[in-house]
């Protein structure tokens, strides 16, 4: 199992609304938005969990966005 994990959404919008592709600085017709997670373990409640500290999002093109990805 990867240590990151990853939610890709549809903004609904496209570069007009949103700017270029954050990853190669192109246009979009419809803006994607990637939320990143990194997995850690808690030693409070003693279980895995994730945590969005040190990870990245990103706005634009489906591929470029998972291209991005650890």
Not at 23 to 41: A, G, I, L, M
Request: contains cysteine; glycine residues 6%.
């Amino acid at each position: 199992m990867s240590e990151y994990k990853y939610r890709v959404a549809s903004t609904g919008g496209n570069s007009s609304s949103y700017g270029n592709c954050e990853c190669c600085d192109n246009p979009v017709s419809e803006v994607f938005h990637q939320v990143e997670e990194r997995k850690y373990f808690n030693p409070i409640s003693q279980k895995e969990s994730y945590t969005h500290h040190n990870c990245r999002d990103y706005f634009g093109h489906r591929d470029c966005l998972e291209d991005q990805q650890r």
